[in-house]
C-alpha cells in the first residue's frame, strides 16, 4: 500500500485530476491475500489524496487459465491434462448441436 500511497501522492503534486483505481467484483467477501491485498489498497485510494474512482470489475476468465496452469505444474502429468474440456470457447461442437 506504499506504492499506492506515493503514486498518488506524485499524482496530487502533478495536479492529476481523477484517478481510476480497478479493483475486483466480491473482494470484501474473500479471504484470499491477493484480494485482501487489493481491499487494502482500495481503502488508501479512498484517503482521497487525490478525486477517485474505484472500478470493481468481475475478473477475466484468462486469469483461471493463468492460475490452472499453475496448478498444472504442481499434479502429476495424468491429472494435469485430463481437464481439456474447459473452456467452451474450445469444446468442439457436433453437427447437430444448436447454438444458444
Same mark, same amino acid.
Given at each position: 500500500?506504499? #506504492? &499506492?500511497?506515493?503514486?498518488? #501522492?506524485?499524482?496530487?503534486?502533478?495536479?492529476?485530476?481523477?484517478?481510476?483505481?480497478?479493483?475486483?467484483? #466480491?473482494i470484501d467477501r474473500s479471504? *484470499?491475500? *491477493?484480494h485482501r491485498t487489493k481491499?487494502?489498497?482500495?481503502?488508501?485510494?479512498?484517503? +482521497?489524496?487525490?478525486?477517485?474512482?474505484?472500478?470493481?470489475? &468481475?475478473?477475466?476468465? +484468462?486469469?483461471?487459465?493463468?492460475?490452472?496452469?499453475?496448478?498444472?505444474?504442481?499434479?502429476?502429468?495424468?491429472?494435469?491434462?485430463?481437464? #481439456?474440456?474447459?473452456? /467452451?470457447?474450445?469444446?468442439?461442437?457436433? /453437427?447437430?448441436?444448436?447454438?444458444?
Amino acid at each position: 500500500m506504499l #506504492g &499506492t500511497r506515493r503514486l498518488l #501522492g506524485l499524482a496530487r503534486e502533478e495536479h492529476i485530476k481523477h484517478v481510476v483505481y480497478v479493483s475486483i467484483v #466480491g473482494i470484501d467477501r474473500s479471504a *484470499y491475500p *491477493y484480494h485482501r491485498t487489493k481491499l487494502k489498497t482500495e481503502a488508501v485510494v479512498r484517503e +482521497d489524496i487525490v478525486p477517485w474512482t474505484i472500478l470493481r470489475a &468481475t475478473q477475466f476468465h +484468462d486469469l483461471v487459465e493463468i492460475v490452472l496452469h499453475g496448478f498444472s505444474r504442481c499434479l502429476p502429468s495424468s491429472l494435469s491434462h485430463s481437464t #481439456g474440456r474447459f473452456s /467452451p470457447s474450445t469444446r468442439k461442437r457436433s /453437427p447437430t448441436s444448436s447454438s444458444t
